[in-house]
């Protein structure tokens, strides 16, 4: 499976906007990027996902780097409740054993009040 | 619209007893998939369950058991408990589409945490 790295953890100030990025250096053309975060004492829950192009949704925005070597999941204002950990993984929707998600350690999100 | 649900919440065992954890998926959904989150890791996948067969095994022992039902629902096994397996066991579900895997949602529900004593 293509690997991830994420910074362990962030901080950053509520009503800020928040940029978590993601390195992906041996992305292959075929390698979905997917965000899940998990709230505290709740299971990874689904914030977006893209291939090539920048991805806009409720929750977040997913800005892709023109090589696909690295992305940044942006929060465009921070609350509280997206206090999380948010986890950075890549599915090839072409190769077996695409089922499952590979999760790493992700970025422990902190928000200051 | 009731999300996944998972039972029970919490669960107390000792070494060598069994357990059974289950799961109920979202509604609509037909494919069910299980993780191991040991504290201050990921999830790691243990195996997902398609149309009542195991499709997709991850890197855990025999101990390691599933079942899905007619309704989609799901049980995972673990035999001959060890301290090592007091985790977090999260239930994830999915709708498998003609088009494949690798791009659907998936569902977690909130976990059964099992504690081996």
């Known amino acids: 499976d293509a690997k991830t790295t994420q910074p362990n953890s962030m901080e950053s100030n509520e009503e800020e906007p928040v940029h978590l990025p993601c390195n992906h250096s041996t992305i292959s053309g075929t390698d979905y990027i997917h965000w899940y975060r998990q709230l505290p004492s709740q299971g990874p829950e689904y914030v977006i996902h893209?291939?090539?192009s920048n991805v806009n949704n409720r929750m977040a925005s997913l800005a892709i780097a023109e090589d696909r070597k690295s992305s940044t999941l942006i929060l465009h204002r921070a609350t509280l409740r997206d206090a999380a950990v948010y986890y950075c993984i890549l599915r090839d929707p072409f190769n077996f054993g695409n089922e499952k998600l590979t999760f790493g350690t992700g970025t422990r999100l902190t928000i200051i009040p | 619209d009731a999300g996944v649900t998972q039972s029970p919440t919490h669960l107390i065992k000792t070494r060598g007893q069994q357990v059974t954890l289950r799961c109920s998926p979202k509604?609509?959904?037909?494919?069910v998939s299980w993780y191991q989150q040991a504290l201050g890791q990921g999830p790691q996948f243990i195996f997902q369950y398609y149309e009542e067969e195991e499709r997709q095994r991850g890197n855990f022992p025999d101990r390691f058991s599933g079942h899905q039902f007619p309704n989609y629902s799901s049980e995972l096994n673990v035999n001959a408990l060890l301290l090592g397996d007091s985790a977090l066991y999260l239930c994830?579900?999915?709708?498998?589409?003609?088009?494949?895997?690798?791009?659907?949602?998936?569902?977690f529900g909130s976990g059964t945490q099992l504690s081996v004593l």
């Open positions: 509604s609509g959904h037909d494919t």
């Open positions: 893209g291939l090539t």
């Open positions: 994830a579900s999915s709708l498998t589409t003609s088009g494949g895997q690798g791009l659907e949602k998936l569902f």
